[in-house]
């Protein structure tokens, strides 16, 4: 073993994660393109909150990645050294605000515009905001009414 893989070991039991985490992931099955390395730590969180308690425990030294849906996703056959991080269905909610919309961080563009002309709001893609937060993940759009 390894010290990342150890370090991981040790927060989970500590900390009672109950992500999914996987040791020597094939990433293959996430990309589009369906080849891939591995990833050293596989991690999808099973809350914001889990996720930030992970990462403020995780020593600097170690890689993070964060990865989305696989769409133009390219991985070297050497894999990803580290944790590689991908957001599940826990980050996918969408609420509507007074004048906001609050998106979950792996809602994909096409679901937030089926949602956004249901409600007919008019989204302005030019102006996105991506940012970790102590209540989770969020992706930001300028919405006009």
Known sequence: MNKAVDQIKKIVLEHNIKG??????????????GVAGKAEIFYVP??????VLLLKL????INRSV????????????GIDGIVIKLGKNFSNIIL?????????????????????????NVN???ITIGFATKGVKKG?????
Do not use: H, Q, T
């Not at 999914?20 to 393109?33: A, G, M, P, Q």
């Not at 099973?46 to 996720?51: A, I, N, P, V």
């Open 67 to 78: 990865i989305g849906m696989g769409s133009n996703l390219l991985i070297r056959d050497g």
């Open 141 to 145: 759009y300028l919405i006009e009414n």
């Open 58 to 61: 995780l020593s600097p030294k």
């Open 97 to 121: 605000e007074k004048n906001a919309v609050s998106i979950g961080a792996s809602v994909p563009d096409k679901v937030l515009s089926r949602f956004c002309s249901s409600e007919s709001i």
């Open 46 to 51: 099973d809350s914001s909150y889990e996720l």
């Open 125 to 127: 893609y030019n102006y």
């Open 20 to 33: 999914k985490i996987e040791f020597n992931y094939n990433l293959s099955k996430l990309s589009w393109f």
